[in-house]
């Protein structure tokens, strides 16, 4: 097993950052600094610190739905992807945890 971190990132759907969508440029980011993996996921429902429920049947709300993009990497991988989105002074809230990587299977 390896010990590493899990990066979590949650991002309006709708927000940009360079024109592109932030967790297209989030992914592409991570990929051009040698990354081996990341996902996005969108939220079904949810609510955050200003306790509005989202939900993308509320036509209002379209746009607005929560994306969670979520890394597993080394520990220097996180740190220089929170490094580069200091630099370029983005607000996003993150989590991140240690996590232990494996496989079931070494001969599949």
């Not at 592409?28 to 600094?33: C, K, P, T, V």
């Not at 081996?36 to 610190?49: K, N, T, V």
């Amino acid at each position: 097993m390896t010990a590493c971190s899990a990066l979590r990132f949650y991002i309006h759907e709708n927000r940009k950052l360079h024109g592109a969508l932030f967790y297209d440029w989030l992914l592409e980011e991570a990929r051009r600094n040698g990354v081996h993996g990341g996902s996005a996921f969108r939220a079904i429902a949810g609510y955050g610190r200003h306790g509005v429920v989202y939900e993308p049947h509320f036509f209002e709300l379209a746009g607005q739905s929560t994306v969670v993009v979520e890394f597993l990497l080394a520990d220097a991988e996180a740190d220089a992807m929170l490094a580069r989105l200091r630099a370029e002074k983005v607000s996003v809230f993150f989590c991140r945890y240690p996590v232990e990587l494996g496989v079931t299977r070494q001969d599949a």
